[in-house]
Antibody
Framework: EVQLVESGGGLVQPGRSLKLSCAAS????????MAWVRQAPKKGLEWVAT????????YYPDSVKGRFTISRDNAKSSLYLQMNSLKSEDTATYYC?????????WGPGTMVTVSS | DVVLTQTPVSLSVTLGDQASISCRSS???????????LEWYLQKPGQSPQLLIY???NRFSGVPDRFIGSGSGTDFTLKISRVEPEDLGVYYC?????????FGSGTKLEIK
């Protein structure tokens, strides 16, 4: 059974950093692109980042480019999101998702609150 | 950026009736390879989003055939025939043809 479980969320002050993790199981992690998608409270979904199977290619929207870094450790079947220079508008639930030409599996999400 | 406009914003449907959601794109979503990367997701209350449809009209594994995706170019539709109680939630269209990838703003389906 495919499982994705995010961790690392919490309350952080504006301008600080936070690193999210996503533990994958039930499939050969290294064979799949992976992504992060977020959802601000009571708002819609926003794509945040995608990473290729090897990690050599990464993609971001302008809203996080230069501040967020997606990475992976295939040996540990883990996905990461390093978030720097956090802003209040980064407050959201962050979902880890498998990208197979579509987002076919999603984790339950981890909440990040950016506030002083 | 590609803007996906979903209508209606909310929809109240009687059980057993049909529901229809429109997703209009600010640019054609046909990619140079001939495929159209338009997907539909449902987020049930308190849950993570789940994939319903990919490449306009392909149902994901386990998705009932009551869910039908159609369209081309810039106009796309998700039809749900014979709405059931488990269909309530927020429906999102999503495009992966153009960078950055973008979601529609969502359509909330309620049961009358």
């Amino acid at each position: 059974e495919v499982q994705l479980v995010e961790s690392g969320g919490g309350l952080v002050q504006p301008g600080r950093s936070l690193k999210l993790s996503c533990a994958a199981s039930g499939f050969t992690f290294s064979n799949y692109y992976m992504a992060w998608v977020r959802q601000a409270p009571k708002k819609g979904l926003e794509w945040v980042a995608t990473i290729s199977t090897s990690g050599s290619r990464t993609y971001y929207p302008d809203s996080v480019k230069g501040r967020f870094t997606i990475s992976r450790d295939n040996a540990k079947s883990s996905l990461y999101l390093q978030m720097n220079s956090l802003k209040s508008e980064d407050t959201a639930t962050y979902y880890c998702a498998r990208r197979t030409g579509y987002f076919d599996f999603w984790g339950p999400g981890t909440m990040v609150t950016v506030s002083s | 950026d590609v803007v996906l406009t979903q209508t209606p914003v909310s929809l109240s449907v009687t059980l057993g009736d049909q529901a229809s959601i429109s997703c209009r794109s600010s640019q054609s979503l046909e990619y140079s390879d001939g495929y159209t990367y338009l997907e539909w997701y449902l987020q049930k209350p308190g849950q993570s989003p789940q994939l319903l449809i990919y490449e306009v009209s392909n149902r994901f594994s386990g998705v009932p055939d009551r869910f039908i995706g159609s369209g081309s170019g810039t106009d796309f539709t998700l039809k749900i025939s014979r709405v059931e109680p488990e269909d309530l939630g927020v429906y999102y269209c999503f495009q992966a043809t153009h960078d950055p990838l973008t979601f529609g703003s969502g359509t909330k389906l309620e049961i009358k």
